[in-house]
């Protein structure tokens, strides 16, 4: 596979060579120049097959030619080690449940891939790297576990101080070791300014600095498989073309789906279901694209106000507005749909949504009832609702229980060091 920037101005790469460096030298996002698509019976083929073996043959496809085969599949195989089912709802509506990994949520597909890709090719190649992260939410806890005690690596992950919970929080600021957790005074775009600044910075070459968020195509790529997944669990080619309501922040998920279409999964179109921040919604209903300051909302990790993937949107769709439109249809939901989404899938299923699969699910009904949108609609749930479960609390009467392994959460001591500023120069001499 190669790739390119999507400012086209940096030379392509090959896909371990993207992995690496993260972010473009010209400050754009890698994207593969071509997506070939996999034959259709190929694909019908896997249906029944486990996650883990639809992740060997899809990402197989897209990049198995850049390592060694048995090492390949053997850490996609570790990577993708929990399950992803597409569970039937009332409306004929599916959630896809991609909270079933380790810090329940669905960033673990990509992080836990990434993670073995970089200590891979590292350990080959006798070198060392700092992961920075920006995370509103669940990308800095998925990051922080997958890469814990990876050899030569150190992690820094950044966060908005008071803006993600506090069992988010202990996900990833009570790890220590190779993890350093920085609470930064502003919002989750003030985090992602200060790592695109690092990224660029020559100052900062001897740390050999790459990204775990979706910047960093290594961690979108696995994202695809799920998609694929779902669509077999729905029946595979009985299923026809599949809807799928994407919860959005930073659109990674959503471009990540959208290469799964590209290289043959049938999808009909993408539900760009976002809270409050809403720029994708608005860029598709007006044409012109509004970055601002983040809103806080109960669905945080989707707080974004100037996504980052948009550009890969934009290249993936031949930076045509109608083509985009086409395919993708935005929502924008209020908290007090979000709130009502999580009564209405539990009165009508008993099934207990968080807030941004909410977000998705409210988005797929108003597809469903009022659209009339026909065929397979499946809601993405993102995060495990006992990870918000005050929110669950006001809504349902109840928390859900987390599992076992986290129940302890509030006695682990915290970690974190606070940033005195979001300033560039202070952010700069803390990573020294």
């Known amino acids: 596979?190669?790739?390119?920037?999507?400012?086209?101005?940096?030379?392509?790469?090959?896909?371990?060579?993207?992995?690496?460096?993260?972010?473009?030298?010209?400050?754009?996002?890698?994207?593969?120049?071509?997506?070939?698509?996999?034959?259709?019976?190929?694909?019908?083929?896997?249906?029944?097959?486990?996650?883990?073996?639809?992740?060997?043959?899809?990402?197989?496809?897209?990049?198995?030619?850049?390592?060694?085969?048995?090492?390949?599949?053997?850490?996609?195989?570790?990577?993708?080690?929990?399950?992803?089912?597409?569970?039937?709802?009332?409306?004929?509506?599916?959630?896809?449940?991609?909270?079933?990994?380790?810090?329940?949520?669905?960033?673990?597909?990509?992080?836990?891939?990434?993670?073995?890709?970089?200590?891979?090719?590292?350990?080959?190649?006798?070198?060392?790297?700092?992961?920075?992260?920006?995370?509103?939410?669940?990308?800095?806890?998925?990051?922080?576990?997958?890469?814990?005690?990876?050899?030569?690596?150190?992690?820094?992950?950044?966060?908005?101080?008071?803006?993600?919970?506090?069992?988010?929080?202990?996900?990833?600021?009570?790890?220590?070791?190779?993890?350093?957790?920085?609470?930064?005074?502003?919002?989750?775009?003030?985090?992602?300014?200060?790592?695109?600044?690092?990224?660029?910075?020559?100052?900062?070459?001897?740390?050999?600095?790459?990204?775990?968020?979706?910047i960093n195509i290594g961690r979108l790529l696995p994202q695809a498989v799920y998609y694929f997944a779902s669509w077999l669990a729905l029946g595979g080619p009985a299923a026809g073309d599949v809807v799928f309501a994407v919860p959005s922040g930073n659109l990674g998920n959503l471009t990540a789906g959208v290469i799964a279409q590209r290289i043959g999964l049938p999808v009909r179109r993408f539900l760009v279901a976002c809270n409050l921040n809403d720029v994708l919604p608005e860029y598709l209903r007006t044409g012109r694209y509004r970055a601002r300051p983040a809103r806080p909302t109960i669905s945080n990790a989707m707080d974004v106000g100037d996504p980052s993937n948009f550009p890969r949107l934009a290249e993936l769709h031949g930076r045509s507005f109608d083509a985009l439109r086409t395919n993708l249809t935005g929502v924008s939901v209020s908290e007090e749909d979000t709130r009502r989404a999580i009564r209405q899938a539990h009165d009508a299923d008993r099934y207990v949504l968080d807030p941004h699969g909410a977000v998705a699910f409210a988005a797929a009904l108003r597809a469903r009832q009022d659209a009339g949108e026909p065929g397979p609609i499946v809601a993405l749930a993102t995060a495990h609702p006992a990870k918000f479960g005050e929110v669950i609390r006001e809504e349902l009467g109840r928390a859900p229980e987390l599992p076992a392994a986290w129940r302890d959460w509030a006695s682990r001591p915290l970690m974190a060091v606070d940033l005195e500023s979001a300033d560039y120069t202070t952010f700069r001499t803390r990573l020294r």
């Open 1 to 214: 596979m190669r790739l390119a920037s999507t400012r086209h101005a940096s030379p392509e790469v090959p896909f371990l060579e993207a992995l690496l460096r993260g972010l473009a030298p010209d400050g754009g996002l890698y994207l593969p120049t071509s997506l070939p698509p996999i034959d259709p019976q190929v694909m019908a083929s896997w249906r029944g097959l486990p996650i883990s073996e639809i992740a060997v043959r899809v990402l197989g496809h897209l990049i198995g030619d850049e390592f060694d085969r048995d090492a390949f599949e053997a850490l996609v195989r570790d990577a993708f080690d929990f399950p992803a089912p597409t569970v039937p709802l009332s409306h004929d509506l599916s959630v896809l449940e991609l909270f079933h990994g380790p810090t329940l949520a669905f960033k673990d597909f990509g992080a836990r891939f990434l993670a073995r890709a970089f200590g891979h090719v590292l350990a080959a190649r006798g070198g060392h790297a700092t992961i920075l992260v920006a995370t509103s939410g669940d990308t800095g806890s998925a990051v922080a576990l997958g890469f814990h005690g990876v050899p030569r690596v150190q992690v820094v992950v950044l966060y908005p101080a008071g803006k993600v919970s506090p069992f988010q929080e202990a996900q990833m600021a009570t790890l220590g070791g190779n993890v350093t957790a920085l609470r930064v005074p502003g919002t989750f775009d003030d985090c992602q300014r200060l790592v695109k600044q690092a990224f660029i910075d020559p100052s900062l070459d001897d740390l050999h600095l790459s990204s775990a968020n979706s």
